[in-house]
């Protein structure tokens, strides 16, 4: 290192001297170049802006999905409907290829067509309550007095037997209500994104391994449901998970021991499930009102008709494909998605009408600007999320490839067999977890991802969405794009109406809990990522694909 006293330096120090500013005079002369192509980019972006922000049509496609469609399980004819009405808004759009693909057998539809739940004494009182999606009717109206099923051992069920036959059953003790000290809603703080931003990338999830108590405890609840369903009984209540009148519902239980594989058990929409008593949640408040009562001796009355029907004429499922096709990469994809599937108490407003219709009015954007990306753009709109992300779990096996799982006892045997679509796929981009505003990516681990990102979140950094997360979050339809080795990224969410909070899976979840603004924050945010990538030179990295 030379001196601090050598002001005048050597002739090769000036001839270097020389060629740095040469290619520095040579880098400013094409700084005007590099400004009109950026210049051009932030065109595009403020011109997405101004249609998410300023010409929305967001809420009408959220308003169609919950208020007009109605509740959309897989299989049922409201899923059916909304996704020909997506299909429908694609092609007048302009879309490619827009079409429902199928996929399966996924298994029999089902759908509610009347209910009535009341208490008739000591005193009359309508009940909170739902059946649960696959429960079969009641073929008429049940009026009984209700039977609690106190157990708390297996020897406590010896003194039902010969007593439930055509009963209404109340399976569950009381549950706790606890009181709601915070708000049902909730944004993300400034210290949350930055534990995100701070978190360490998580490692492979392990397989979930019940203690001996939980053991114990579904052995149990099987035995209950045989003696149940051996005696004869009419109906089960349960009582909800959430409370303040809420009604969180989900499908019919299909009791199995603690010792059958999850992957061996029939469920409620298997053309081959066995038969099961109907079932019905209620409020959680009211449901431990009738329990006290019988617990103090006095005999309650209820009443209870359920009117179901099956479809089980299609047992194959749909997903909604369409795509803006790209320029000189037009073979690579960078891809849109989220379910459109919901539960069926509610009409599955902000989860996942929210999401689905962000989806949509994202390509609506693309497409009524005659952007022209360098790959095309894709959009899958899912079914059957709710089962276990069935749907984009299919589209990945037929598309992109699969993971063959390995025997018993030998770890090191699992492999992959990757489709021709495989290597050329850029990336996936997931909207779920209700209603609320994009704070940034959750990369799965992606730590190579991270630059580009935070490069492309930079023109939408002053709308809130500017953190990058190492961190994974599962249980949707990311995953099905993460698990064999493709880039496949959830947005960080504002939870709000999201999460474990009154919406998802309830009564609750309507139109009346989606957030206009946000959705169009989220539509803003995520056309101008996804117009970015698709005009990129690189594809985003891949993470290295792991095999246990």
Not at 330 to 345: F, Q, R, Y
Request: charged fraction near 25%; aromatic fraction near 8%; glycine fraction near 8%.
């Amino acid at each position: 290192m030379p001196g601090a006293d050598n002001i005048h330096p050597p002739a090769c120090h000036r001839k270097r001297t020389l060629v740095v500013l040469t290619c520095a005079l040579l880098i400013l002369a094409s700084v005007p170049a590099l400004s009109q192509s950026q210049k051009k980019d932030l065109d595009a972006t403020s011109r997405i802006r101004d249609a998410a922000l300023n010409h929305s049509q967001i809420m009408d496609m959220v308003g169609y999905l919950t208020d007009v469609t109605g509740p959309r399980l897989t299989g049922s004819p409201n899923l059916k409907r909304a996704e020909e009405y997506a299909r429908d808004r694609l092609r007048e759009w302009g879309l490619a290829n827009a079409h429902l693909e199928s996929w399966g057998p996924f298994g029999r539809g089902w759908s509610l067509e009347g209910f009535t739940a009341n208490m008739l004494s000591p005193a009359f009182s309508l009940l909170i309550a739902y059946p649960k999606a696959w429960s079969p009717g009641t073929n008429g109206t049940i009026r009984g007095e209700a039977v609690f099923l106190d157990v708390k051992t297996s020897a406590d069920l010896d003194k039902y037997k010969g007593k439930l036959k055509g009963k209404i059953v109340l399976f569950s003790p009381a549950r706790h209500v606890d009181p709601l000290f915070g708000p049902p809603a909730q944004r993300r703080t400034d210290e949350e994104l930055q534990r995100l931003a701070n978190a360490q990338a998580s490692g492979q999830p392990r397989p979930f391994q019940p203690t001996p108590e939980q053991r114990a405890a579904e052995d149990l609840s099987y035995r209950k449901w045989q003696l149940i369903q051996s005696e004869g009984a009419a109906v089960v209540l349960e009582p909800s998970f959430r409370d303040a009148g809420t009604v969180y519902v989900t499908s019919a239980t299909v009791p199995y021991p603690s010792d059958v594989p999850f992957e061996k058990r029939a469920n409620a929409w298997d053309l081959n499930s066995p038969v099961v008593t109907p079932q019905v949640s209620v409020a959680a408040e009211q449901y431990n009102r009738v329990v006290r009562l019988v617990a103090r001796g006095i005999p309650v009355q209820l009443e209870v008709n359920i009117a179901t029907r099956f479809y089980n004429d299609d047992p194959m499922s749909y997903n909604v494909i369409a795509e803006i096709p790209g320029t000189d990469l037009k073979d690579e994809v960078v891809m849109i998605g989220g379910c459109i599937d919901s539960w069926h108490a509610g009409t599955g407003a902000t989860d996942n009408a929210a999401g689905a219709a962000t989806v949509l009015e994202v390509m609506r954007i693309l497409q009524s600007l005659a952007l022209k990306p360098r790959r095309t753009i894709r959009i899958g709109l899912w079914s059957a999320e709710e089962q276990g992300h069935l749907g984009s779990r299919a589209y990945v096996a037929a598309h992109l490839g699969r993971r063959i799982n390995a025997a018993d006892g030998q770890p090191d045997q699992v492999r992959f067999e990757f489709k021709p679509e495989y290597e050329k796929f850029d990336a996936y981009f997931n909207f779920d977890y209700g209603t609320g505003r994009i704070r940034g990516v959750f990369l799965q681990g992606n730590v190579a991802a991270q630059a580009l990102f935070r490069d492309s979140l930079d023109p939408v950094k002053d709308l809130g969405a500017s953190t990058l997360s190492i961190a994974n979050i599962g249980a949707t339809d990311h995953i099905s794009f993460d698990e064999i080795g493709v880039p496949g990224f959830q947005w960080i969410r504002d939870y709000m109406e999201g999460s474990s909070t009154r919406a998802p899976h309830t009564n609750m979840d309507t139109y009346d809990h989606v957030l206009e603004d946000d959705l169009k924050q989220s539509a803003a945010v995520a056309a101008s990522v996804v117009y970015d990538l698709a005009m990129r030179d690189e594809k985003v990295p891949r993470k290295p694909l792991l095999s246990h």
